[in-house]
């Protein structure tokens, strides 16, 4: 009688212990000066997106604000790589680029990011190490996969922060891009940015496993379930994440649970849930809002503050006012970046 073959022995590390960081008061004034400003920046998005400034679809990240700053503040600027779906304008600012060429490329001028021709959902900076802003629900799982081969094949020290959503997590190129990076053991993060209802059906409905951070099991990947409403608990995630994908285990699941207050994109009148619902999120578990009472408690003072949104409306008005005087892209441009070379 045949021997079955034997199952790999489970020496595998374990991720250290979700700790929840512990920020001085001048990074929590930090990061809650980078989480109002994608909260502004985005409502006034919304606001050009009425006016008809803003074309094609348009997806807000208003209520999720602690994930990409909790994630992203703790990458290596230059170093690491992120590569998003296409909610992605709150991870470019989290990441330090600047407002004025964001607001430039959602309203498709010369003068944004992309040159006016990716808009709201491809954005890019080679510079930042920003791989986009993707289309294709799933697809950038797999780019985020090759990205960190490259840097696993260059030996940079690099991560690849590669987010997607909880409609994505069941698409099956993911799970391919799963098996190949556990096999060799590549340095990336996958963030699921679980803000409970996809494209507009409950998680719960559509997930015969729900609990996201599982889903990495089959192929010995960790799992982690994180409150993605406390940029602080996001920041601890992304610390123990970072030390075990960096000491080359290769890589880690992160599910971070989030809400997004609107529907989602711009044309979703968000008619599966009520009202009542959103609202008791906002009044409970608003990461701006938390974030402004555990400053409160250190002892900041509300006119401090109430001067950090005054100066956060300057930059994003300044920004609204950049695209809406900033030219078109040039008619020939259409021919341009196409492909690698002109033929």
Same mark, same amino acid.
Request: hydrophobic fraction near 35%; aromatic fraction near 8%; include cysteine.
């Given at each position: !009688? ?10 595998? %590390? ?5 700790? #929840? ?8 004034? +930090?990061?809650?000066?980078?989480? $109002? ?13 009425? $006016? ?5 679809? *348009? ?5 999720? +604000? ?89 030996? &940079?020290?690099?991560? *690849? ?19 190949? %990076? ?16 996809? !494209? ?9 496993? &729900?609990? $996201? ?21 996001? #920041? ?31 044309? &979703?009148?968000?008619?599966? #849930? ?19 009472? +555990? ?17 956060? #409306? ?13 030219? +078109? ?15």
């Amino acid at each position: !009688m045949a021997q079955k073959p034997s199952a790999k022995a489970d020496t595998k %590390a374990k991720p250290k212990k979700l700790v #929840r960081y512990k920020a001085s008061k001048d990074e929590l004034l +930090e990061f809650y000066r980078q989480m $109002l400003l994608i909260r502004r920046f985005e409502e006034k998005a919304g606001q050009l997106y009425g $006016l008809g400034l803003i074309g094609g679809f *348009c997806h807000l990240y208003i209520g999720q +604000e602690a994930v990409a700053v909790g994630l992203q503040s703790a990458m290596n600027e230059g170093e690491d790589s992120v590569i998003t779906g296409y909610r992605d304008h709150g991870h470019m600012l989290a990441y330090g680029i600047d407002p004025k060429v964001i607001m430039a490329e959602l309203t498709g001028r010369a003068a944004g990011i992309s040159e006016g021709k990716g808009g709201s959902m491809h954005m890019f900076s080679v510079e930042q190490k920003f791989y986009g802003g993707h289309g294709i629900v799933g697809a950038q799982v797999s780019l985020g996969t090759g990205l960190g081969f490259a840097h696993k094949y260059r030996d &940079d020290g690099g991560v *690849c922060l590669t987010y997607f959503g909880d409609g994505a997590a069941n698409q099956g190129q993911v799970y391919e891009s799963f098996n190949m %990076a556990e096999l060799w053991k590549l340095p990336v993060i996958f963030a699921i940015e679980n803000n409970q209802y996809a !494209m507009g059906t409950s998680v719960n409905r559509s997930s015969a496993e &729900d609990q $996201l951070y599982r889903r990495g099991e089959s192929f010995r990947i960790p799992g982690v379930q994180v409150d993605g409403m406390d940029v602080l608990q996001v #920041r601890g995630a992304a610390e123990m994440a970072l030390d075990y994908v960096r000491g080359g285990n290769g890589p880690i699941l992160l599910e971070l649970k989030t809400y997004r207050y609107r529907g989602h994109s711009m044309s &979703d009148p968000a008619k599966y #849930r009520s009202r009542d619902e959103v609202q008791s999120v906002r009044e409970k578990s608003d990461p701006i809002e938390a974030a402004k009472a +555990e400053l409160i408690k250190k002892k900041v003072k509300e006119e401090d503050l109430k001067a950090i949104d005054k100066e956060i #409306r300057k930059i994003v008005a300044e920004a609204a006012d950049f695209a809406e005087t900033s030219p +078109e892209p040039e008619p020939n441009e259409l021919y341009t970046d196409v492909l690698v070379e002109q033929y």
